[in-house]
C-alpha cells in the first residue's frame, strides 16, 4: 500500500487546514495520522478504525482535528480547526493491518512521505 498525503501549508493561529491521504489501493484496515516537529519524536495525532465508526484522539488536539475516511475513494481526512503554533510540524498519514482505531506508531505497517504544517503566531 502507497500513501501519498497532501494539503499541508503556512497558515495563521486560529487558522484551519485539510490534509488528504490517498491510499494506492482499496484497504479496510485502521489509519491515523502522526506529526513530528523539529527536534522531537513523532507523536500520535488521531486513528480512524476501519469502518469510520470509531475514532481517537491526542488530547491536544481533541475538539479541534476531526479525522474522517472514504473507503469507496480510499482517502483518509484530516481536518484542522483553531490551529496553533505548537501543530507546527511534518504530518504523516499511516495505515495499518488491522481493525483499530490504533494509538501507537508500532500498529502501523504504512506510511505516507509527510506534509509540512506550519502555523505562525
Known amino acids: 500500500v502507497q500513501l501519498q498525503a497532501s494539503g499541508g501549508g503556512l497558515v495563521q493561529a486560529g487558522g484551519s487546514l485539510r490534509l488528504s491521504c490517498a491510499a494506492s489501493?482499496?484497504?479496510?484496515?485502521?489509519k491515523a495520522w502522526f506529526r513530528q516537529a523539529p527536534g522531537k519524536d513523532r507523536e500520535f495525532v488521531a486513528a480512524i478504525n476501519w469502518n469510520g465508526k470509531s475514532t481517537n484522539y491526542a488530547d491536544s488536539v481533541k475538539g479541534r482535528f476531526t479525522i474522517t475516511r472514504d473507503n469507496a475513494k480510499s482517502t483518509v481526512t484530516l481536518q484542522m480547526n483553531s490551529l496553533k503554533p505548537e501543530d507546527t510540524a511534518v504530518y504523516y498519514c499511516?495505515?495499518?493491518?488491522?481493525?483499530?482505531?490504533?494509538?501507537?506508531?508500532?500498529?502501523?505497517?504504512?506510511w505516507g512521505q509527510g506534509t509540512q504544517v506550519t502555523v505562525s503566531s
Open positions: 489501493e482499496r484497504a479496510y484496515y485502521a
Open positions: 499511516a495505515s495499518g493491518t488491522g481493525r483499530g482505531p490504533f494509538l501507537v506508531s508500532s500498529q502501523y505497517e504504512y
